[in-house]
């Protein structure tokens, strides 16, 4: 039986690629075998290659590979800053441990955030930095030694804001239709396909519906596995948000003697 898929979070290169996969997977089936009419699939084609043209318009892979980059360090130095909270709750000097204490609150508000979407990751960390500046967390994070952290953080947040918005430029001003209306009629094809190969596998299924079937869902299993990796970030945090090497709590802060 064939997996169900969500595409909406998909971004447009992993998107296409994924939609390419399928149409080798048609091609090999062939319409006759898939029980799929011809002429259907040929319009799945086009619009496959006029969506796949747009993605390759005006810059937008550099673009792309620009802000992964981005939203790979960003990701980084949200780590860092959280983990370095976490290590100094049992530093040997009282003060630091006290300081990484009053900011454990704060770090449980914004653990996390990492993976969240690219948007609303941006959005969390302008609130984590507005926080950060108000006590006692700005004192706190002084003497965590985490000023210079936060504000590389801001810098590249920024940045990548700024390229996001001006990748949406570019998609408006050269695709003459927009890619969201591409996906659209992509998907509605998608959906129906497989919805039919699906019950055809059920009711009769043949070696050329059985390979399909076992085919996608591996592909899907494939792009999920690939979408979740870019946000791990070497295995610094699990699907939840937290890092794998963490504690759900904080550790009591040990008196005098440490």
Known sequence: MLQSFSRKRLANAAYGAFMQAFEKLVVKGTCEKLSLTPADFSGFQSKLMEFLDLNREGGQQDLTKRLNELDARRDQLLSYFFTRINLDLVAPKEAVRKAAESLWTFRKQYLGIQGKGLREESFLINGLLLDAEKEPFKAAVGTLGLKDTLE??????????????????????????????????????????????????????????????????KLIKDTNESRKLHKAQLGLWTEEGGREDEEEAPKTSTTEGE
Not at 159 to 178: G, M, Y
Not at 184 to 203: H, M, Q
């Open 152 to 217: 590389e953080l801001k810098k590249v947040n920024t940045d990548f804001e700024s390229l996001l918005s001006q990748r949406a430029e570019v998609e408006l001003a050269t695709n003459p239709l927009p890619a969201k209306k591409l996906r659209e009629g992509l998907d509605a094809f998608y959906d129906a396909s497989t919805r039919r190969i699906d019950a055809v596998n059920l009711l009769t299924p043949t070696p050329e519906t059985e390979s399909f079937v076992a085919s996608l869902n």
